[in-house]
């Protein structure tokens, strides 16, 4: 059994930053990819990012290209999203995933584990 674990969610202002994290942890941790999704109140949950773990090729939606960053360190198990200049459009619950075979990274059906959440907070 796989477990995910986030956390680095806050409160920040408009402009600022943070730096989310997910860990792994499981007898034999080799998934596909990890993405990152986030659900704002009322609302669905989408896609937000994605990352292959092997090649490290990564995928983005469209409103937080060139504000976010999906990384991964294969050694210690984790993803991490940095997230800049970050707008109150932007508040969420975010949710780290993985998926044990290739599939739709942008759709939730993909993924196969699911991390509690990490509350992130933008004030304008």
């Known amino acids: 059994q796989v477990q995910l674990v986030e956390s680095g969610g806050g409160l920040v202002q408009a402009g600022g930053s943070l730096r989310l994290s997910c860990a792994a942890s499981g007898r034999t941790f080799s998934p596909y990819g990890m993405g990152w999704f986030r659900q704002a109140p009322g609302k669905e949950r989408d896609f937000v990012a994605a990352?292959?773990?092997?090649?490290?090729?990564?995928y983005y939606t469209d409103s937080v290209k060139g504000r976010f960053t999906i990384s991964r360190d294969n050694a210690k198990n984790t993803v991490y999203l940095q997230m800049n200049t970050l707008k109150p459009e932007d508040t969420a619950v975010y949710y780290c995933a993985a998926s044990r075979a290739k599939r739709g990274f942008s759709n939730i059906y993909g993924y196969d584990y699911w991390g509690q959440g990490t509350q992130v907070t933008v004030s304008s």
């Open positions: 990352i292959i773990w092997s090649g490290g090729s990564t």
